[in-house]
């Protein structure tokens, strides 16, 4: 591995991607669990696996590249595998601190710290750390997650508050934990969560062989229709909370109302303008994938294309390019598409199939809006 990376992006640029605006580096495909629905599934090496990983330097030359090409960043997401099992991830979390990026985050599977030293860095230095977790009981949790891993992600997010962080949760709805959802609320809210981010698991990844826990367009319109209904009625009762609650599918003036255009068009986490980055590590597993949206990770051919090791982006001209698919059918949610999955493209009942990413933001006590 070179020691010195001179990042070229001018591939990106003639594509249309001018400015990076949301960076999502996965700085290590290792991780200590297999949870049911992990769209990394096919990626993941073991928890102490030390290869598979951006090295520091590398990710520190790659985000001073993008912050001056941009302006700075509007948001970065240390995302893995887990990324507390980086060797380095305490030095990357205090690098990214002193760059220009509004917005800090890392997602972690609060299976504990790691190598995440809570000493060295400081609690400004992410705006949240999002711990996934997908249960208000170990039996709901641990059903997707691991066994006994509700009692050590409960533990995790405790010392996180104690060091003074900011936490968010990562709550993956299944139909192992859909009828409880809106005990989601006051169980976060009285660990001192700020945020509730919500997902729909979909199917992708380890999902492929455990499709059971997909929920339906129906069944999910209506959970989603409860907890909004939940928090209009009781949100005082649960104050400076953020409910983040995917659409997934909406009915056509739906999608006028809200504004709703693809992620392929618009990246709509980039105040300033610009698109997301995702980047894989450039390993014999991680290939230096890159793409705009984690809905077609892993799918054949679907990346914008790849960095190499010593920097440099090239473009993949094929078909399954998201932005090339996006470019022939503009659809709502072109990934669905190129992954062939019908019905999600086609979802009947009059509902458009929309990105995952889109979701409605409800703050308790606080207007609510799309975003
Ligand atoms: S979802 Fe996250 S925590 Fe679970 S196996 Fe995948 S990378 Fe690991």
Redesign the pocket.
Known sequence: MHETFSFDFTELKANGINRIGEFNPYVTLA?????S?????DF?TKANDVVHVMPTKWFVSMMDHICEEGGGLDRMTF????PTLHPDITTMMNEAAQRPIKERRM???G?GLHNLNLDKVSPDALDHVSV?IDGTTAESNDVT??KNSFKRIIETIGLYRQAGFKVSVNY?VTNRNIANLNETVPFFHAMGVSIINLHRASLD??AYRNPDIIIDAVAWIEARAKLVEFLKTNGSTYPGLTVRIPYIFMTDSEVLETRYAPIQERNYHSPDGGHRLIVFPATSIGKGLCYMSSDVIGHPNAELGRIDENGRFRWNSHDNNELIAFSRHKLANVSSLIKNQTQEVNPGEGLVRVSHSFKLTLRTAQQDAAE
């Open positions: 991780c200590d669990l297999r949870c629905y992990c769209y990394m599934f993941l995302l893995g595998g887990e997602t972690t599977n299976m996934s997650r691991a993956t990844g380890n």
